[in-house]
């Protein structure tokens, strides 16, 4: 196997900047904290309209693209066919964009809601209930995932069209920066990318240790405690770190299908063993509260009232997708191979969206049917973490503690799928001369993933996480221009290699880079590949 090497102009700077801003905290917490502190409630009280705004333009762009006339244009040359099955191809996706977040949230971010609605509905009232319910599948659905694939595009475009040798967020926005993307600017966007990753991660981390240190001692009996914490870091460690080591066919792919087939049981369990007919209902009228109000809550900033529920909630939401989008467009365009643009957007935002809903919409409504008829006492536990509001949850149905189990197991390796393609990303953006579908170096993945689990141990031994997840949030709003620079790049690789054409087939092209002439082919379904236009010598590609 082919030795890929480092790419020091990418990698020391990324290095350098992280690991002084962590010792920087671990020095002078208290500081540190002060100034993210600060800059986060500049971006979030300054700024929150822009990423409302930001969020509805991702959305709009992505349907352009996939019903466009653009939607059938392929990654990958006309023979290339793709890597993994679609159910592994969505499970990867889903895995690396949601983790174990989406384990947490679908039980208790509804019971925020109830206890603080939104636009000024009463506390614990039967329309906070109904919009509890609506409103993490709103912050999970279509808005979040557009976020998330908006940057799969560009990167895809220059790893399997225009077989760049980088895979990387500067290389990919070469199509609106040209040179300039070779030079300091694009280190910029590079080590921008690296440290929101390592934040975005540091949130999950953040937010699924506690959690499953507060199941561990119930299962166990152990007291929770700092090294409890750091035992578990280093589970993790050695799960994902294994996971990357494999790669992404016998690693990540592997993990990712065990997960979805027990996330899908355990989640069919709870319908049919809960309150089925109660589930049901309020799922179909929260989709219905949904739609009646969708543009509404895109926009709405609460500007007269000033109640803080938007930035809390809504702003924090599209600025933590925004901190995670590059990890996740670098993750599924590297997976997306020989799959059309249609393809992948619907894969991205009506998949994507679905399993969200399906978590929201039978777990969420099951922790308000427990609050509501006071089953378990769920907000007064989740004063105390998300792991005892969850266990009182779960302890309300027949085999609570199976359940438990079931649910500490996934979690783990929900949340070990997201650092290991984190640490799968954060070494492909640090090689150079990587190939189209080549596996960074295995050292180089397994030193990602052991910054990871030092970086979230020594942030962990000071408290300082909840500075480096806002310090993600902040990190957000650079990286705002620099994705619309890369939907820019999108689009001008589109319009140069396809033009104004209308494409009802699948269109692929061999692009050979440093040659002025490639060739385009259309494939349709029953039919053998054929020449549908040649371009001329001077003027690219004629259809």
């Known amino acids: 196997m082919r030795k890929v090497p480092l790419d020091p102009k990418v990698f020391w700077p990324s290095f350098i900047v992280t690991m002084a801003l962590v010792f920087a905290m671990i020095i ?3 500081a540190g904290s ?9 971006v979030t009280g300054k700024f929150g309209w822009l990423f409302l705004i930001f969020c509805v333009f991702c959305f709009s762009f992505l349907l352009w693209l996939a019903f466009g006339r653009y939607g059938s244009v392929k990654f990958g040359r006309p023979d290339e066919k793709p890597e993994f099955s679609y159910f592994s191809y969505i499970a990867m996706l889903f ?39 609506m409103y993490p599948q709103f912050h999970w659905g279509f808005s979040a995932w557009a976020i998330y694939a908006i940057l799969t595009f560009p990167i895809a475009y220059s790893m399997w069209i225009r077989r760049d040798p980088y895979i990387r967020m500067s290389t990919s926005s070469k199509g609106a920066l040209g040179k300039l993307a070779d030079g300091w600017l694009g280190t910029l966007f590079d080590v921008l990318v690296v440290f929101g990753i390592i934040g975005a991660v540091g949130t999950s981390l ?4 506690p959690l499953i240190s507060s199941l561990f001692s119930y299962l166990f009996g152990v007291q929770e405690s700092m090294l409890l914490n750091i035992f578990i870091i280093a589970l993790w460690t050695l799960l994902f770190g294994f996971s990357v080591y494999k790669g992404l066919t016998k690693g990540i792919k592997v993990l990712s299908d065990i997960n979805i ?8 369990f709870i319908l049919l063993a809960g309150p089925t007919v109660y589930i049901l209902s309020m799922w179909t009228n929260s989709f219905g509260v949904l739609l009646d109000n969708f543009f509404r809550i895109s926009f709405w900033m609460d500007p007269v009232a000033k109640g803080g529920f938007p930035e809390a909630w809504t702003v924090f939401y599209w600025a933590w997708w925004i901190a995670y989008a590059p990890m996740m467009g670098l993750f599924v365009a590297r997976i997306s191979k ?16 679905l399993g969200c809903w399906v978590y929201f919409g039978i777990m969420g409504s099951f922790g308000i049917y427990v609050q509501w008829n006071e089953l378990a006492p769920v907000s007064e536990l989740l004063a105390g973490g998300f ?7 779960l302890n309300t149905l027949p085999l609570g503690t199976l359940l438990i189990i079931v649910f500490t197991i996934m979690e783990f390796i929900f949340l070990a799928t997201t650092l290991d393609s984190s640490a799968y990303i954060l070494a492909s953006v640090c090689s150079k001369d990587i190939a189209a579908g080549e596996d960074p170096a295995r050292w180089h993945r397994l030193l990602w993933a052991l910054i990871l689990a030092l970086t979230s141990v020594g942030l962990l031994m000071v408290g300082g996480l909840q500075t ?18 890369m939907a820019f790049s999108a689009y001008r690789w589109l319009n140069e290699d396809f033009g104004p054409t209308l494409a009802p087939k699948i269109i692929a092209i061999d692009y050979q880079p440093g040659q002025q002439q490639v060739v385009v082919e259309a494939t349709a379904v029953a039919d053998t590949n054929k020449t549908v236009g040649a371009p001329t010598d001077t003027e690219g590609v004629k259809m």
């Open 28 to 30: 002078n917490p208290e």
């Open 34 to 42: 002060r100034v993210v502190n600060a800059a986060f409630a500049i």
């Open 95 to 133: 895995c690396a964009g949601i983790g174990g977040g989406i384990m947490y949230w679908s039980f208790v971010e509804p019971i925020y809601y109830f206890d603080g609605p939104p636009l000024g509905l009463e506390p614990g009232s039967v329309l906070a209930a109904e919009w509890a319910v």
């Open 206 to 209: 953040g937010l699924g240790v």
């Open 261 to 268: 087939y027990l996330a899908i049981i355990f989640a069919v």
């Open 338 to 353: 020989g799959r059309t643009i249609k393809e992948v957007v619907i894969a991205e935002l009506i998949f994507g969206t």
């Open 387 to 393: 792991g005892p509001a969850i266990i009182g949850i």
């Open 468 to 485: 480096v997840q806002t310090a993600s949030i902040v990190v957000a709003l650079p990286l705002i221009p620099v994705m619309i620079i």
